[in-house]
């Protein structure tokens, strides 16, 4: 089950969605029968969706709010890594390939797990290197030592960000308020005009496309979450020559 979950969030696009809830809809707008609905119930119509518009777009703007801090804890992290392989070029050759090689292997575990707890043991394996080196260069070491403890706090936001996903009653409501809310469309008698059932599936597409861009955007799979792993990559892809 999680397999294909993971499928239908990754590996399948935003614009796939449309087209297919869009001709699905448009074919459901012909087979449901309609239903000439009285006052009462339109008014119960409209109050609904008013109450699925200010449920649904605050926690859409939460979480692009959230991803943007995720991308502002990387690109931090980033800089800081970058800042502190600098600092490497004062330690004598054999020590300097050493650490640097470290950092680049909690890199690769970090970009591999794309999760809070990505590169926690290698992160680790370099301040326990760090903390128990008394060798040459000792001085330096605990300068890297300081700005990798110090890069622990971009650590900590991004792993405070990755949890901040919506919570389960929000999405039950959502999709109490988002159920009825289509089922009024989809059954609203109007007469046989083509231009009339195009609008009642685009109506229909829209609603459905604001919770699975919200499903996105939450489990970290949309397009912009993506994004936001470009600045660790680009140290590798350049051998920290640059963060972009």
């Not at 087979?31 to 119930?41: L, T, W």
């Not at 054999?94 to 292997?105: D, K, P, V, Y």
């Not at 990505?118 to 001085?139: L, M, P, Q, R, S």
């Not at 700005?147 to 409501?173: P, Y």
Request: aromatic letters at 10%; a positive charge; one cysteine or more.
């Amino acid at each position: 089950m999680k397999a294909i979950s993971r499928f239908l969030l990754t590996k399948i696009r935003l614009s796939v969605y449309f087209w297919t809830f869009l001709v699905g809809f448009f074919v459901l707008s012909y087979v449901i029968p309609g239903y000439k609905y009285e006052a009462a119930a339109l008014t119960l119509l409209t109050v609904n969706s008013f109450l699925y518009a200010i449920q649904i777009m605050p926690v859409l703007t939460a979480q692009k709010t959230r991803i943007d801090e995720l991308h502002r804890a990387i690109r931090a992290e980033a800089n800081a890594l970058f800042s502190l392989v600098l600092k490497l070029k004062k330690l004598p050759d054999n020590l300097h390939h050493q650490i640097q090689s470290m950092i680049t292997e909690y890199i690769k575990a970090k970009l591999e797990s794309q999760a809070p707890t990505g590169g926690e043991k290698e992160y680790e394996a370099i301040i326990t290197f760090c903390v128990n080196h008394k060798g040459e260069g000792h001085d330096q070491v605990d300068k890297v030592l300081e700005a990798l403890v110090a890069n622990q706090q971009n650590r900590t936001n991004f792993s405070m960000q990755s949890a901040n996903r919506v919570l389960s009653n929000e999405w039950h409501i959502m999709f109490i308020l988002f159920s009825v809310t289509l089922c009024f469309v989809l059954t609203l008698k109007t007469e046989d005009i083509l231009i009339l059932h195009v609008i009642r599936a685009l109506i229909s597409t829209g609603l459905t496309m604001l919770p699975i861009i919200l499903i996105k955007l939450s489990s970290l799979t949309h397009k912009r979450a993506k994004m936001m792993w470009a600045p660790l990559r680009k140290l590798l892809e350049t051998n920290f020559y640059r963060v972009d």
